[in-house]
């Protein structure tokens, strides 16, 4: 069996008590290997911080939808620079469109998420992608205004089967996270059975979203099982044959040894 949980913010101060007594205790729990996501230039710096201070861990810099308030488009070089000069970041990310929390700058947001596909471009990575309730223009900028090199995944995918569809078509990968287990998500086993298992990573975001049967409380990537075992009871699989392709899929995506 192995685990490879695709995207969580260890750096995230909820952690800030246990974390490495927790990381420790989850990689012995037979996690082999996360992903540590950037956010913000400081959450880039504290992914690339993990994933310097642990061989198991690699890390994703980029500056999401969320965190670009009082950001210009020519501070990016420093994300650019970031990604560069450290040889364990494996994509930028995550990046991409929030018109939940943000709708009042939305030509910002889609310069900026532009931009940093230039950068990964330029670099020769994948990206990671956050959208939300902004399915058509993340749609039109991959397939209209810009490619990407590399492709790369979307990550706690919206379950949006038209997003999903797209998402695949233009070569994407689709991770999934704690709300594919929500008893609230209508279209959850529908998108799991429609995307083909060589396409699926999985992932927990923790801090956020734990999954059923933990969901509400602080996640971690001990909790990944939970993902791996919803998609195995949909697809009529062995827990550990989801949990050795997902393994396998985010290696290649990131390009892991
Ligand atoms: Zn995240």
Redesign the pocket.
């Known amino acids: 069996m192995r685990v490879f949980d695709s ?3 260890f750096d995230d101060e909820k952690f800030d008590l246990d974390r490495d007594d927790l990381i420790q205790e989850i990689h012995k729990n037979g996690v082999e290997r996360i992903i540590s ?1 950037g ?1 913000s230039l400081e959450g880039s710096k504290k992914a690339i911080e993990l994933a310097n201070k642990y061989d198991f861990f690699y890390a994703t810099c980029g500056i ?1 939808p969320n965190d670009i308030d009082g950001m210009k488009l020519d501070d990016l070089r420093k994300i650019y620079n970031l990604a560069k000069e450290n040889e364990k970041v494996v994509a930028i990310g ?1 990046i991409g469109l929030d018109y939940y929390w943000n709708k009042e700058n939305k030509e910002k947001q889609k310069s900026f998420f532009i931009k940093q596909i230039e950068i990964a471009n330029e670099l020769n990575l994948p990206i990671v992608i ?1 959208t939300r309730e902004a399915v058509m223009d993340t749609i039109d900028i991959l397939k209209h205004q810009i490619n990407c090199k590399k492709y790369g995944v979307f ?2 995918c919206p379950l949006n089967i038209e997003l999903v569809k797209e998402a695949l078509k233009l070569g994407f990968y689709i991770s999934m996270a704690g709300p594919i287990t929500f008893k609230n998500s209508k279209n959850a086993e529908e998108i799991i059975n429609y995307v083909p298992l060589d396409k699926i990573l999985i ?1 927990t ?1 923790s801090p ?1 979203l734990a999954p059923e049967p933990v969901r509400g409380t602080r996640n971690n990537s001990s909790n990944l099982k939970y993902i791996a075992q919803k998609i195995a009871n949909v697809k009529q699989m062995n827990v550990e044959d989801i949990e050795n392709a997902t393994y396998n899929n985010t290696c290649k995506i990131f390009e892991i040894k």
Do not use: L, V
């Open positions: 995207h969580a913010h996501a956010y999401s995550e956050h990550h706690c992932e975001d956020y």
